[in-house]
């Protein structure tokens, strides 16, 4: 049951931290997840291939110069996404009241609240693989158009290469390499084929971001907004696309998604409009 959450912290003292502490989260998560499960935690980290979860850098920071200062009078946030039943369960326990401080890169963070509720929050949201593959399921109509927002840099890696732009087959590859890691029903392999050869760009606002890696060196991603439109009409592959796209407010998109890097959404802008 794939879960999107954010914590609303808090920091305890005012100073200067790293603009850059999605690495430092990710680790305060596999904390938190260590503390419940540390067999599941060391196999998080050790894996090497797709991860259950992704991690945001801290949402709110004032930046100069890499350099974001912080004040205990005003909140933060911090989003969390989790793939793995196990996981969700852990989460469940994660009650303010209930957790210590966040430590992130030495400085401490109270967590004042926890969001779930589109309602409250867009970028939060409880789901199940079955009800995001609906219309596979059901053989029901599908969108043809598919309007993605970019909040945090997303990039692929490609020969060993960043490739900062959102191409159809990078970005549905992602999700599909993902999903098929983690849910219990798998897509074919050619969805990634028909995003390549069906999908097209119709419209994007678009723009580059850099990022530093741990060892400093700028990463490049793209932020922005991009549609794909489907040139193609099949009812069963655009079902695919469609759970892919759903799925990418859990699964992130792209690479360094455990570190803040590849957070995306499906906006609903009324312009899906569904082929039988």
């Known amino acids: 049951m794939p879960v999107s959450l954010i914590f ?16 430092a989260a990710h680790a305060a998560v596999l904390r938190l997840i260590d503390a419940a499960d540390p067999t599941l935690a060391a196999q998080i980290h050790d894996d090497d291939g797709p991860k259950p979860l ?6 709110g920071l004032e930046v100069r110069h890499h350099i974001a200062h912080v004040h205990p009078d005003r909140r933060y946030r911090l989003r969390v996404t989790l793939l793995t039943p196990a996981l969700e369960a852990i ?11 966040l430590d ?52 692929f890696r490609q020969r060993g290469l960043n490739q900062p732009l959102p191409l159809p087959a990078l970005t549905f590859g992602s999700l599909l390499e993902r999903w098929n890691a983690f849910a219990p029903i798998a897509f074919p392999d050619e969805v990634r084929r028909f995003a390549e050869e069906c ?21 490049i991603g793209a ?21 892919l796209a759903q799925f990418a407010l859990f699964s992130g998109i792209g690479a360094s998604t455990t570190r ?15 082929v039988s």
């Open 199 to 219: 999908l097209a760009v119709s419209r994007f606002d678009l723009r580059s971001r850099s990022e530093p890696t741990k060892g400093g060196v700028p990463q």
């Open 8 to 23: 609303v912290i808090r920091p305890i003292e005012a100073t200067q931290t790293p603009a850059s502490l999605g690495r």
């Open 54 to 59: 992704t991690v945001s850098n801290v949402i």
């Open 260 to 274: 803040g890097y590849g957070q995306a959404r499906l906006l609903d802008e009324g312009a899906r409009p569904a």
């Open 91 to 101: 989460a469940a326990t994660w009650r303010p009241d209930a957790l210590a401080p």
């Open 104 to 155: 992130l890169d030495g400085l401490l963070w109270r967590v004042e609240q926890t969001i779930i509720n589109p309602a409250d929050d867009p970028w939060t949201g409880i789901s199940t693989y079955e009800s995001l593959a609906s219309a596979v399921i059901n053989r029901s109509a599908a969108p043809v158009r598919w309007t993605f927002e970019f909040a945090t840099p997303v990039t």
């Open 223 to 243: 932020v922005g907004r991009i549609t794909y439109a489907a040139v193609n009409r099949d009812r069963y592959w655009l079902a695919c696309i469609d759970a």
